[in-house]
């Protein structure tokens, strides 16, 4: 009898380790979850800015915005153009410009957010990089490449013989649809040459 009790008990200890090891996974998993709730993130759109904007300044660009709940958070923008031309409103995100802009000289600029603790400067969320554009408006003429074109031909050329080609550039966004576009025209001597488009 005694042989049949040791041999049950051996059988239930397995079991009963288990049994121990299935009550502790749901902790690594609540574990999980609440180190998932407390991830925070940065929250924004793209932000952009008109070029040579008229109205009065300061303009307002964009806003950076963190998901950290903290009553003495406090906004901070960094970087080569930060608290110059760019700046933040410390306590609601907003970024303004204080200088118009003109994409030809800089069409982005990159800063850097930071959200901090105001009563101990301590970050409460990691840096973030982010970009602000500059729009283009089509604020540029063409200009010729060089003040005067040489062209000749010879006498009795059948029409449509090419002469010269001159080139113009507009230092307007190309990828703005017509601010960079270059036409030409022939305004003296029209009665003997034409031009097209590409010069």
């Given at each position: 009898?005694?042989?049949?009790?040791?041999?049950?008990?051996?059988?239930?200890?397995?079991?009963?380790?288990?049994?121990?090891?299935?009550?502790?996974?749901?902790?690594?998993?609540?574990?999980?979850?609440?180190?998932?709730?407390?991830?925070?993130?940065?929250?924004?759109?793209?932000?952009?800015?008109?070029?040579?904007?008229?109205?009065?300044?300061?303009?307002?660009?964009?806003?950076?915005?963190?998901?950290?709940?903290?009553?003495?958070?406090?906004?901070?923008?960094?970087?080569?153009?930060?608290n110059t031309i760019f700046k933040v409103e410390e306590t609601s995100g907003d970024v303004y410009a204080f200088e118009r802009l003109d994409r030809e000289k800089k069409a982005e600029y990159e800063l850097t957010a930071l959200i901090i603790d105001r009563t101990n400067n301590r970050s409460l969320e990691r840096p973030s990089?982010?970009?602000?554009?500059?729009?283009?408006?089509?604020?540029?003429?063409?200009?010729?490449?060089?003040?005067?074109?040489?062209?000749?031909?010879?006498?009795?050329?059948?029409?449509?013989?090419?002469?010269?080609?001159?080139?113009?550039?507009?230092?307007?966004?190309?990828?703005?649809?017509?601010?960079?576009?270059?036409?030409?025209?022939?305004?003296?001597?029209?009665?003997?040459?034409?031009?097209?488009?590409?010069?």
């Open positions: 009898m005694s042989h049949l009790i040791l041999l049950f008990s051996l059988f239930l200890a397995p079991a009963f380790a288990d049994g121990g090891s299935q009550k502790s996974t749901p902790n690594l998993c609540s574990n999980d979850i609440s180190h998932k709730r407390q991830k925070r993130d940065w929250i924004w759109n793209q932000m952009h800015i008109k070029e040579e904007i008229d109205t009065p300044l300061p303009h307002h660009v964009g806003k950076i915005t963190s998901s950290v709940r903290n009553s003495n958070a406090k906004y901070i923008i960094e970087g080569e153009y930060a990089k982010f970009i602000i554009k500059v729009y283009d408006i089509n604020d540029n003429a063409p200009v010729f490449v060089q003040k005067v074109f040489n062209g000749s031909v010879p006498e009795m050329s059948p029409v449509g013989t090419s002469v010269t080609k001159v080139t113009a550039v507009d230092a307007d966004d190309p990828t703005v649809s017509g601010h960079a576009t270059v036409t030409y025209e022939v305004t003296t001597g029209g009665e003997y040459f034409t031009i097209d488009d590409s010069g």
